[in-house]
């Protein structure tokens, strides 16, 4: 008896002295990242992981959100290695703005790869979205969920955009990848490629016509009250967002704590992917209502002049499938090919 009353006491000792070391790690504030502010879907997929995250690690991990990408002072496409070196802790970023530094993230970019709702799910959810993690732990940061920017459809201030031949000279903002510029290009537009910080001042001055961006960043950043009264619903492409962590804080971790932040930017991620697709689905398309509301031309393409944009962008396709990797590409047609729809 009192050996096992010995022992037991030993046992709560050394439970003692290894939690509050283990807590010592802890920083008082974990740095979050996101490009929008919080009243975005992006911004509330961020803020849904915080708060679960704080509520299931009893207030032991506390994670404060930066919108704006103010932790690299707007410059969305640093903000990748800025996680990578422990300047930022979290992020919930779009594949975009990581493109640069994983050359496999341009998969998303690929010009009218992803046809439909089911085709995005179908790659992010399934062995591409697993493949494309590898590489993100390869590059030295913690993948943990997706969620979605969404389909980013075409304004200007100029014309109605019906063909690539409307395109024609119009100055476009777009962020990231030079597989943009290339599709741009193709479509004998004058890309021109900025942050978004830096693009809405440019919107607002006449400096650039367009942008692109999907319909919840276009209405919540009001571009319409910014002469951008043409709007082109094109889907060529679709980004989706990732949660992540500094490889180092993730180590930094217990192992329960660690658990508890995945699952909760998969609940988070889950959440966010319904949120962002609110209103601009064929089944629901209540924000396009919203928009035409406020004297904005919106143009769907039909079948034949969709076809003239695939067509056009064919090139920059197969140029930058080699540059991705030809079996990560084949794998998302195939997968797309076999979704559910
Ligand atoms: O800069 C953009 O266009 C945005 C906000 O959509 C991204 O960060 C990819």
Redesign the pocket.
């Known amino acids: 008896m009192k050996i096992r009353l010995l022992l037991a006491a030993l046992a709560c000792g050394a439970a003692a002295l290894t939690a509050p070391a283990h807590a010592q790690n802890y920083k008082a504030e974990y740095k979050l990242s996101i490009?929008?502010g919080t009243s975005f879907p992006w911004g509330q997929g961020a803020e849904i992981w915080s708060k679960l995250v704080r509520e299931r690690t009893d207030g032991r991990i506390n994670i404060k959100v930066y919108p704006g990408t103010s932790l690299v002072q707007g410059d969305?496409t640093r903000e990748f290695t800025a996680i990578r070196q422990g300047v930022i802790d979290m992020a919930v970023g779009?594949t975009?703005?990581w493109s640069p530094q994983v050359k496999q993230l341009n998969l998303f970019s690929l010009p009218f790869l992803m046809p439909d709702y089911a085709a995005i799910d179908a790659l992010v959810q399934g062995e591409v979205g697993k493949e494309m993690f590898k590489h993100i732990e390869k590059a030295g940061v913690v993948p943990l969920a997706w969620g979605e920017?969404g389909y980013r459809q075409l304004s200007n201030s100029k014309r109605e955009i019906k063909q690539p031949s409307d395109m024609k000279g119009m100055k476009l903002r777009v962020?990231?990848s030079p597989l943009y510029i290339d599709t741009f290009t193709a479509l004998g537009a004058n890309p021109t490629q900025m942050?978004?910080a830096d693009?809405q001042p440019a919107l607002a001055s006449g400096a650039v016509d367009g942008q692109e961006?999907?319909l919840s960043?276009y209405t919540g950043s009001k571009l319409y009250t910014v002469g951008q009264k043409y709007l082109t619903l094109w889907n060529y492409v679709a980004?989706p967002l990732i949660f992540v962590v500094n490889r180092d804080v993730w180590n930094s971790w217990s192992e329960k704590d660690r658990e508890i932040v995945r699952q909760a930017a998969l609940d988070a991620g889950k959440q966010e992917i319904q949120i962002a697709r609110k209103g601009v689905t064929p089944e629901d398309p209540s924000l396009l209502k919203e928009i035409s509301g406020f004297g904005v031309t919106v143009t769907s393409l039909d079948a034949g002049q969709h076809a003239a944009f695939v067509a056009a962008t064919k090139p920059v396709y197969d140029k930058w499938k080699k540059t991705i990797g030809e079996d990560l590409v084949t794998m998302a047609e195939k997968s797309i090919a076999a979704r559910k729809k």
Do not use: E, F, L, R
Request: hydrophobic residues 45%; glycine residues 6%.
């Open positions: 490009v929008v969305q779009s975009i703005n920017n962020v990231g942050s978004w693009a961006n999907p960043i980004d």
